[in-house]
Nanobody, 125 residues
Framework: QVQLVESGGGLVQAGDSLRLSCAVS????????MGWFRQAPGKEREFVAA????????YYADSVKDRCTISRDNAKNTVYLQMNSRKPDDTAAYYC??????????????????WGQGTQVTVSS
């Protein structure tokens, strides 16, 4: 059984930093791309960042690329999302996901087959 479990969300002040974690159980973690998405109330789920299995390639949404770092620890089957200088617009449920397709990093949610349950991040002004 494959499970993705996010943690690290909570209430933060604008300008603060937060690190989210996603622990993956099952065999899917290795050899493929992992991503983070977020969904604010009333909005579509949007791509935030992704990282290849080796960790040598990453990709970020324009809205976060100057404030965000994605990383992974394959020994721990865990992927992380560090986001600095949080803004109220960053308030959303954050989801990690496993990309089903191989090759290039994808930003479309349809390319990701396994999802976590999400962790809520609320940024107060």
């Amino acid at each position: 059984q494959v499970q993705l479990v996010e943690s690290g969300g909570g209430l933060v002040q604008a300008g603060d930093s937060l690190r989210l974690s996603c622990a993956v159980s099952g065999s899917i973690f290795s050899f493929n791309i992992m991503g983070w998405f977020r969904q604010a109330p009333g909005k579509e789920r949007e791509f935030v960042a992704a990282i290849t299995w080796s960790g040598t390639r990453t990709y970020y949404a324009d809205s976060v690329k100057d404030r965000c770092t994605i990383s992974r620890d394959n020994a721990k089957n865990t992927v992380y999302l560090q986001m600095n200088s949080r803004k109220p617009d960053d308030t959303a449920a954050y989801y990690c996901a496993h990309q089903s397709t191989r090759g290039q990093i994808a930003t479309m949610r349809e390319e990701y087959g396994y999802w976590g349950q999400g962790t809520q991040v609320t940024v107060s002004s």
